[in-house]
């Protein structure tokens, strides 16, 4: 898995085919993003700190931003 935008995270999480799961423990937060069972992204919440992750494809799973 690769760093990511935040706006690339949130196109992904908009589409309607994948699923989500959310995870907390302690202060920290795992929110994590499905396509057919298979994991393609996560944001990991951690205090105040952000970071977005993808697996190396995840452009294949975006959506068209022409709205």
Same mark, same amino acid.
């Given at each position: 898995?690769?760093?990511?935008?935040? &706006?690339?995270? $949130?196109?992904?999480?908009?589409?309607?085919?994948? /699923?989500? +799961?959310?995870?907390?423990? /302690? $202060? =920290? +937060?795992?929110?994590?993003? *499905?396509?057919? @069972?298979?994991?393609? #992204? =996560?944001?990991?919440? %951690? =205090?105040?700190?952000?970071? *977005?992750? #993808?697996? @190396?494809? *995840? +452009? +294949?799973? %975006? &959506?068209? $931003? &022409?709205?």
């Amino acid at each position: 898995m690769k760093l990511i935008m935040r &706006t690339e995270f $949130e196109n992904l999480q908009k589409n309607p085919l994948h /699923g989500y +799961q959310s995870d907390v423990n /302690g $202060e =920290k +937060q795992v929110v994590k993003l *499905y396509r057919n @069972d298979q994991l393609i #992204a =996560k944001k990991v919440t %951690l =205090k105040k700190s952000i970071r *977005y992750f #993808a697996v @190396d494809s *995840y +452009q +294949q799973f %975006l &959506t068209d $931003e &022409t709205e």
